[in-house]
């Protein structure tokens, strides 16, 4: 089972002290985090993609390629890359280049988003968020399949005798992950495809992405990629932690109840209570983390939240060396004995897929 962060690269306000840092700052930040995610041993780290203030990451390949650079078994991958407003052209080039370079260590989540204004931006209608969605990964999936593209749809100018270069690295896709929160028509998309479904349920209590990964397995199995039990589902989480879990909440509850994305809503406890937020000891994330087994079963991928809210990047690296050493290898332990035979541990990436086809 593959461990990791996810990073929606906002530019916070410390509530504690008052400093915000430059954008400059956030994004060194962002890199130093992804080099200890490495150093600790956790296996992904992902980056949101946002074209708005506060937050940083405009062009995930642009970090990505710089971290794969600086690292060396690190699955370097997207929180969402925007499939409604990026043309799925561009998305084929940029992440077969970036494959390239990061020599296979790259799979990337299409997404939504959840910033309404980026629509218009890019010259699109939110109206036609899920068209869009529908209609450009189905492009996409073919650039990266076929050599030569002939292609006619409703949201960009036709294609005659395309070719997408470069190609896929060994001739292996990258991975594909389809996230929502909400919309079925979602889970359904990732099913037909035989891709994995992602659900970042930072926001939602267990019973509704329970309901969520039920219909991803049923149709997976029912377009004959495997049984529901071998589809490759993946869930979001957010934690922080200290020794002593009292500790945990004291630090935290100023950054919370400031954070850009869910500040000024529930109290701390309610929203711990209502979604997997997890404030506490090391062991109290343990067991949390273990209990969404229980509710869509057994799974393939596991993104923590770590730096969101204007955490000072000292208290961040902290986090980190939590999670890898006290954490992850006892979840990697727990989930490996749980989990039965015939059951995918992870989603198949490069170069796994690559030397089966050898």
């Keep these: ?67 794969a650079a600086r ?40 997404g939504r988003g959840n910033t309404g204004p980026v629509y ?5 209608d939110i109206r036609q968020g899920i068209p869009l969605a529908i209609e450009n990964y189905a492009l996409l999936h073919r ?4 050599d030569v593209v002939d292609w006619e749809g409703k949201f960009r100018t036709p294609l005659q005798s395309f070719t997408s270069t470069p190609r896929p690295l060994d001739g292996v896709p990258p991975f594909v992950w389809h996230g929502s929160i909400r919309s079925p028509e979602i889970a359904e998309q990732a099913a ?39 589809a490759i589902v993946g ?12 500790d945990a909440v004291r630090e935290f509850r100023p950054y919370f109840d400031n954070a850009p994305v869910y500040g000024h809503g529930p109290s701390l406890e309610d929203f711990s209570e209502q979604t997997p937020l997890t404030v506490g000891s ?8 273990l209990s969404f087994r229980e509710g869509v079963g057994d ?34 332990e727990e989930f490996a004995r749980l989990r039965p035979e015939g059951v995918p541990e992870a989603a198949p990436l490069h170069p796994a897929v690559a030397a089966t086809r050898d």
């Design 1 to 67: 089972m593959q461990f990791g962060i996810f990073t929606v690269g906002d530019v916070t306000t410390d509530p504690t002290n008052g400093s915000t840092p430059t954008e400059h700052e956030r994004i060194k930040a962002t890199v130093a985090i992804a080099r200890k995610a490495e150093e600790v041993g956790l296996d992904v780290f992902a980056t949101g993609e946002h074209h708005n203030p506060p937050f940083v990451p405009s062009s995930p390949t642009t970090l990505l390629g710089y971290v």
């Design 71 to 110: 690292t060396e078994k690190l699955i370097l991958s997207t929180s969402t890359t925007l499939i409604t407003t990026n043309d799925p052209v561009k998305i084929a080039e940029d992440y077969a280049y970036l494959q390239h370079l990061a020599d296979g260590r790259v799979d990337l989540m299409m």
């Design 120 to 124: 218009p931006w890019f010259g699109q």
């Design 143 to 146: 650039l990266w399949r076929e």
């Design 192 to 230: 037909y495809y035989g891709d994995g479904f992602f659900h970042n349920n930072i926001f939602w209590p267990m019973s509704h992405t329970k309901k969520m990964v039920e219909l991803y397995r049923k149709r997976y199995a029912h377009y004959g990629h495997g049984t529901p039990e071998q």
């Design 235 to 246: 869930l979001g989480g957010h934690v922080f932690m200290r020794k002593n879990s009292q």
């Design 282 to 289: 090391p062991q109290q994330v343990i067991e949390r983390t």
């Design 299 to 332: 799974y393939q991928r596991q993104l923590f939240l770590m730096d969101h809210a204007g955490l000072p990047l000292k208290t961040v690296l902290e986090q980190l060396d939590i999670l890898g050493e006290e954490v992850v290898p006892v979840l990697r």
